[in-house]
């Protein structure tokens, strides 16, 4: 495996339900992201882990609820999610030295909530 | 305000042409990185070229190249001798260095689709 991997790749749940979106990166970076996008909005970060550590939690709603184990693994904990949570989810991955960061992105989770 | 502005919800390229994908972008941050990525229907965000505010040149890769003009803050990027495979959604994102390495923003995307 190279570059950033997700899993799974589409998801139907329904409000009550609970799912894990997995991330992992194959790269070496020591940041890993969460991104959310939805139709005609621009991607709205989400959280950022900086050494296993979270750095940023964009006024997420606590129904999403993080988790990184190493500095290769990143989930994403879904729980009693609303319809407006249907969209893509996007995880990046970074070396994390400000000067080059460049976010390598996976091909995202596609969820549908019912 | 916005961040990233991208005026063109779609283009339309022939192929084997260039087209230009304009970009402009609002900081008042003196130290800034600016990104173009390529997502294709798959979903998957692929980085394509990047520009640093204190890069003299204009970056290129390949067939992608940023034209950077740092006065009208815009970063346009040029694709030339267009392929069908360039069909997708174009992103344009910035990162400013005061709120650190870890917040992009990125605008509303332009969706080229390249004619046979």
């Known amino acids: 495996e190279t570059g950033v991997t997700q899993t799974p790749r589409h998801l139907v749940m329904g409000m009550t339900n609970k799912k894990s979106l997995k991330c992992e990166q194959h790269?070496?970076?020591?940041?890993m992201y969460w991104y959310k996008q939805s139709a005609k909005k621009p991607l709205e970060l989400m959280f950022v882990?900086?050494?296993?550590?979270?750095?940023e939690n964009n006024s997420v709603p606590s129904r999403f609820s993080p988790e990184c184990p190493n500095s290769s693994h990143l989930f994403l904990h879904l729980h009693t999610l609303q319809p407006e949570d249907s969209a893509l989810y996007l995880c990046?991955?970074?070396?994390?030295?400000?000067?080059?960061?460049?976010?390598?992105f996976g091909p995202g989770t596609r969820l549908t909530v019912l | 305000a916005q961040k990233i502005t991208q005026t063109q919800p779609g283009m339309f390229v022939q192929e084997k042409e260039a087209v230009t994908l304009d970009c402009t972008y609002d900081?008042?941050?003196?130290?800034?990185?600016l990104f173009w990525y390529k997502q294709p229907s798959s979903g998957e965000m692929i980085f394509l070229i990047y520009?640093?505010?204190?890069?003299?040149q204009n970056a290129t890769e390949g067939r992608y190249s940023l034209n950077f003009q740092k006065a009208r803050k815009s970063a346009n990027l040029v694709i030339s001798a267009s392929q069908l495979g360039d069909s997708a959604m174009y992103f344009c994102?910035?990162?400013?260095?005061?709120?650190?390495?870890?917040?992009?923003?990125f605008g509303t995307g332009t969706r080229l689709t390249v004619i046979p």
């Open positions: 990046a991955s970074s070396q994390d030295q400000p000067s080059t960061d460049t976010q390598y």
């Open positions: 790269l070496g970076h020591n940041a």
């Open positions: 882990y900086n050494f296993k550590e979270q750095t």
């Open positions: 900081t008042s941050d003196p130290s800034y990185g």
């Open positions: 520009q640093g505010s204190y890069d003299q």
């Open positions: 994102a910035m990162r400013e260095v005061k709120t650190g390495a870890n917040n992009l923003f």
